[in-house]
């Protein structure tokens, strides 16, 4: 099994400046580059500054929301390949269902998603993507 030559950068947008530490560091524990955006609309600039592998998405964020942020991803062809989990507090199954239909990789509700368990789904798809 070859090993990744370089590491994963991961765009973390969450607007809980405590939530986005927590998962921050644990994706850094987990061998991760990680850049933060508490918003929709500093997402999408992140987004057109450098390339990332994957972007863990509140639904419920400031300026342009998740879902919008989202549709906008899955219809740039330089960004629609990206995958993105969706990590929201939010576990309706309207919101799961939407998300899904705009593309989100997965669904990952905050309230019973600790920190190690997104950095294993995170492990999950790469070596899915890579295999």
């Known amino acids: ?15 809980s400046r405590q939530l986005r530490a927590t998962y921050r560091d644990t994706l ?21 500054e450098m390339r990332f592998d994957l972007v863990i998405l509140d639904l419920y964020i400031e300026g342009i929301d998740g ?13 629609k ?6 990590l929201s507090a939010r576990s309706s199954p309207a919101d799961i269902e939407k998300a899904k239909a705009l593309g989100a990789t ?3 509700v905050k309230t019973v ?18 295999s």
Do not use: W
Not at 33 to 48: D, H, I, K, M, Y
Not at 81 to 86: G, N, Q
Not at 113 to 130: D, G, M, Y
């Open 28 to 48: 850094i524990e987990g061998g991760f580059n990680v850049l933060e955006a508490q918003s929709g609309t500093e997402a999408f600039a992140r987004l057109r």
């Open 81 to 86: 390949e990206i995958p993105v989990i969706i």
């Open 106 to 108: 997965e669904y990952l």
């Open 67 to 79: 879902f919008k942020v989202l549709h906008l991803i899955r219809t740039n062809p330089l960004l």
């Open 1 to 15: 099994m070859a090993k990744e030559s370089s590491v994963r950068n991961i765009l973390l947008v969450e607007d």
């Open 113 to 130: 998603t600790p920190p190690v368990t997104l950095t294993a789904k995170v492990k999950e798809i790469f070596s899915q993507r890579s």
